[in-house]
């Protein structure tokens, strides 16, 4: 199985970036996929996840509103939609997969690599 992220960059607050996630190697349309993120220094955080058919999203609070998750099925891949982006959301996004509807870290069974998102002043 592999997840490849892409998409970071930098971008200036207030602005937006979308970041994607393509996947091998899996029944991509059978897996519950999320984006988690990683600050330096900070544990790696839930950010939103996604149902197998997309019916169902989740959102941590701190991104509510302004973010946004989709999926494209026949793509295999995975999207993180970032609007009014603040400098609190730099950090190291990850995508993550696994069989059941969960926004619990531990319980992912498969990582990308991670993107970086970088928010300036």
């Known amino acids: 199985v592999q997840l490849q992220a892409s998409g970071g960059g930098l971008v200036q607050a207030g602005g937006s970036l979308r970041v994607s996630c393509a996947a091998s190697?899996?029944?991509?349309?059978?897996?519950?996929l999320a984006w988690f993120r990683q600050a330096p220094g900070q544990e790696r955080e839930f950010v939103s996840a996604?149902?197998?058919?997309?019916?169902?999203?989740r959102y941590a609070d701190s991104v509510k509103g302004r973010f946004t998750i989709s999926r494209d099925n026949a793509k295999n891949t995975v999207y993180l939609q970032m609007d009014s982006l603040e400098i609190e959301d730099t950090a190291v996004y990850y995508c993550a997969a696994r069989e059941t509807f969960s926004t619990a870290r531990y319980s992912y069974d498969y990582w990308g690599q991670g993107t970086q998102v970088t928010v300036s002043s």
């Open positions: 996604i149902s197998w058919s997309g019916a169902t999203t």
């Open positions: 190697g899996l029944a991509f349309d059978t897996y519950v």
